[in-house]
């Protein structure tokens, strides 16, 4: 592909496309007006091998962790700012139901490699690790803005790419209604809250269904909740309450100094990503669906579509666009 390529947003999506251009040597454009709503801008970067109320294993786990890790070391180091941790998480039982099942789930085959140990009030997984996402994305932007790269325009999906441009967009919420996969988007809003806590244990994330994540310096980050119908970018009481309540119920403590962190996400019916052009003649191309997990997948996919040059052959099946 001689022509370089138009990225048209920088959430974690954009952002890794971006990187991996950069590392194979193909030219690219990025148009971001630095949006608000994006949720990697705010969102905490967790990821954990098993998830939810059924302790399911998130897609493509095993398979991408070292990798990724590696990526992201690779970042690291280029970038001078620390971005990831690795850590373990207690998952501790709200009730004797989710006890049982949960005892029984741990015995299966893709949940045990990633539990340490199980008790009568919880269980310990390993393998879990956190982003930094909103960094990642600042320290990036600045690097670009720098190189004459990233301009800091509105660009509509309306926009029709030239015969010599090839636009992938990578606008996470904004698609809905905009940019057309034959399937319907799925958008969702998350809130979550950040604040102080003493005396936790600084790599260890606490999880009952909602989650508390130590931070580095002091603060610790508390989510998330899961809203489809009102998508307005604001805060709700109800929500932050929940948040707080949690907060308090992991962490033993109330949490000082709150302050609320709300992002919008989006994710298609079959909950997996969606990568690649959109026709046949490459032109036009997204890169989202990456919902809550953009910290996992990200990097690998971007990899996988700068495989081949970007022709797209090398994208995860399952990722690809044009399986609907």
Not at 51 to 60: D, I, N, V
Request: proline share 5%; net charge neutral.
């Amino acid at each position: 592909m001689n022509t370089p390529i138009q990225i048209v947003g920088q959430g974690v999506a954009g952002s890794w496309l971006a990187w991996e251009c950069e590392r194979a040597g193909v030219g690219f454009q990025i148009i971001d007006r630095g949006h608000a709503e994006a949720a990697s801008r705010v969102g905490a970067g967790l990821v954990s091998p098993l998830t939810g109320r059924r302790l399911a294993p998130t897609w493509r786990f095993t398979e991408w962790r070292d990798s990724v890790l590696a990526a992201y070391r690779e970042i690291e180091q280029e970038l001078g700012c620390p971005l990831v941790r690795e850590l373990r998480l207690r998952r501790q039982f709200r009730d004797d139901r989710e006890r049982v099942r949960f005892k029984e789930r741990v015995a299966a085959s893709d949940a045990a490699p990633w539990v340490e140990s199980i008790d009568d009030n919880g269980l310990w997984l390993r393998g879990a690790f956190q982003v930094e996402t909103g960094r990642l994305i600042a320290a990036l932007r600045e690097r670009w803005i720098a190189q004459g790269k990233l301009d800091v325009s509105e660009v509509e999906p309306a926009r029709v790419p030239t015969s010599e441009g090839r636009t992938v967009w990578c606008i996470g919420a904004r698609a809905v209604g905009a940019i057309d996969i034959g399937c319907d988007w799925e958008p969702s809003k998350g809130e979550l809250v950040r604040g102080r806590m003493d005396g936790l244990e600084p790599d260890v994330v606490l999880n009952d269904g909602q989650w508390l994540l130590p931070l580095p310096d002091g603060h610790v980050r508390v989510g998330a909740t899961f809203e489809r119908h009102d998508l307005k970018l604001e805060a709700t009481e109800a929500a932050q309450q929940t948040l707080r309540e949690a907060a308090e119920r992991l962490g033993g403590q109330p949490l000082r100094e709150p302050e609320a962190a709300v992002g919008l996400r989006v994710t298609v019916k079959d909950r997996r990503p969606v990568v690649g052009w959109l026709d046949a003649e490459r032109r036009v191309g997204v890169f989202g669906g990456l919902a809550a997990k953009g910290a996992l997948w990200a990097p690998a996919l971007a990899r996988q579509w700068l495989a081949d040059g970007l022709s797209g052959g090398q994208i995860e099946a399952e990722a690809r666009a044009d399986r609907f």
